[in-house]
């Protein structure tokens, strides 16, 4: 069964795709089955020789993996199924082997090298990653082994401030001060600023995501926080909204599509931007915290522009608009009721980009983008 996170890559890679090849990477893309991996439209043609690096954007379903030119576009890309079970060296293995079968397809360019970009605190002398939600790697030196095992130097950082950096550098926002809120199963916040990480002691902007929007709320996220941002604003609250719909009105439009459907978030998704009244109220609810949650963190990290990315950013222009209404209103007047919040420009390949940008820095040939001097800023 194709989980959400595996179909919003698929809307978003429709729009780009041209070629479907048979992989050597066990992959899962659309309904097709194993084995099968997308090929993104290459709309620039690097000459041989010219510097790229690979990113590898790990996430609890599903790896995206690309060739990144200097210029932020995807020349090469595949997808796997994040290995869920076995040893360490198993999901090494299964990493290596996507990124050696993008680099056979673009060997007549210059690898910098390889950005992987990992969900938890990140350690960056031991560089692992600590509370990763893919378990073999919780606190596994995934740096060191893919190293090893490829012969190219590893970048790593955290997935929500690798896609940060991926927007500050290529989404074209023209901002100094840039923060990105990704909305899947969980909620990563990264913030950039003259294109330097802010990160904390943890190797990660915090635990952001567990900020408490409701104090009298009974429901607890996954974590077992009780009325923070996730237990609100993540896949998870909206299949809980929406099996509770389901029982108050059975026979409605909307509980019928979600009873066809093996997969009820992303028909929810559908049916929002079918323009369903009633997936439209409920997406505007989780909205509504969303937004408060955005807007204690603008008053916090003072961004210039405020980006929604992640799979529920998939609902549409009017769920993020939403999002920016409350922003305006429980924000201070001035600057921060000024903030700009909007869709994330490169949507689903933010994470894929921003890692390889962490390998592209390394080399001051590799584009001709301004980088921020120095390592992350730490809080």
Not at 155 to 173: M, Q, R, V
């Amino acid at each position: 069964m194709d989980s959400f996170e595996t179909r919003f890559g698929l809307l978003l890679a429709s729009a780009t795709a041209s070629v479907v090849a048979q992989s050597p990477v066990p992959s899962r893309i659309g309904t097709s089955g194993e084995g099968v991996a997308t090929r993104g439209t290459v709309t620039d043609t690097p000459a041989s020789g010219s510097i790229a690096a690979v990113g590898v954007d790990v996430g609890g379903s599903s790896v995206k993996i690309g060739v990144v030119s200097g210029t932020g576009t995807i020349l090469e890309r595949c997808r796997i199924v994040t290995p869920t079970t076995g040893e360490p060296t198993a999901v090494v293995e299964a990493l290596a082997r996507g990124v050696e079968c993008v680099m056979r397809r673009t060997a007549h360019l210059k690898h910098a090298g390889i950005g992987l970009g990992l969900p938890g605190h990140i350690d960056p002398v031991r560089r692992f990653a600590m509370h990763c939600n893919v378990a073999a790697l919780d606190s596994f030196p995934i740096a060191d082994a893919l190293e090893e095992r490829l012969s190219l130097p590893v970048f790593i950082d955290n997935d929500a401030t690798s896609a940060a950096l991926g927007e500050y550098l290529f989404g074209g926002h023209g901002v100094e001060r840039l923060m990105l809120m990704t909305l899947g199963t969980g909620i990563g916040v990264g913030v950039i600023i003259e294109g330097r990480p802010l990160v904390t002691s943890g190797g990660s902007l915090g635990d952001v995501g567990h900020i408490i929007v409701d104090p009298g709320a009974q429901h607890r996220c996954r974590m077992g926080c009780r009325g923070c941002l996730e237990a609100e604003g993540t896949v998870g609250a909206l299949e809980r909204r929406l099996r509770l719909f389901e029982r108050k009105h059975p026979n409605s439009t909307l509980a019928r599509r979600l009873q066809a459907s093996d997969d009820p978030v992303w028909a929810a998704i559908e049916a929002v931007r079918a323009g369903n009244p009633d997936a439209i109220s409920i997406l505007e609810e989780m909205s509504s915290w969303i937004g408060v949650g955005v807007a204690s963190l603008v008053h916090l990290f003072d961004p210039d522009a405020v980006l929604i990315g992640g799979g529920l950013s998939a609902a549409g222009r009017r769920f993020v608009s939403r999002v920016a209404g409350v922003v305006k209103r429980h924000t201070m007047s001035g600057r921060h009721r000024a903030v700009r919040v909007a869709r994330a420009t490169l949507e689903n390949d933010a994470g894929l980009i921003g890692a390889a940008a962490l390998a592209l820095r390394s080399r001051q040939d590799a584009t001709s983008l301004e980088w921020g001097q120095g390592p992350s800023m730490r809080l």
